[in-house]
Nanobody, 125 residues
Framework: QVQLVESGGGSVQAGGSLRLSCAAS????????MGWFRQAPGKEREFVVAFSWSGGRLYYADSVKGRFTISRDNAKNTVYLQMNSLKPEDTAVYYC??????????????????WGQGTQVTVSS
């Protein structure tokens, strides 16, 4: 069993930056995929970025490419999402997720097995 806890959300003005953290408890196996999704009010959960825990595969949504960067600290079992040049359309609840069968990186939320509680990001114009 894996538990994910996000932190780091908040309110910023357009053009600002935030860094989200996702702390994982329990063992993350090499075949896992880890990712971030987001959900704005009235919209479906949207893929943001995901990578294979073993390394080698990393995908960003086109809407965040060049602005968001995912990284990790293996010793802390923590994944980070650095978000720069934020736009009002980035406003959403951001969720960290883990897929036990991450051989192929999925952009579908339904594929992921574990989810955090979410953290709110609000970007004002």
């Amino acid at each position: 069993q894996v538990q994910l806890v996000e932190s780091g959300g908040g309110s910023v003005q357009a053009g600002g930056s935030l860094r989200l953290s996702c702390a994982a408890s329990g063992r993350i196996f090499s075949n896992y995929a880890m990712g971030w999704f987001r959900q704005a009010p009235g919209k479906e959960r949207e893929f943001v970025v995901a990578f294979s825990w073993s390394g080698g595969r990393l995908y960003y949504a086109d809407s965040v490419k060049g602005r968001f960067t995912i990284s990790r600290d293996n010793a802390k079992n923590t994944v980070y999402l650095q978000m720069n040049s934020l736009k009002p359309e980035d406003t959403a609840v951001y969720y960290c997720a883990a897929d036990r069968e991450g051989t192929y990186i999925s952009r579908r939320a339904s594929t992921y097995d574990y989810w955090g509680q979410g953290t709110q990001v609000t970007v004002s114009s």
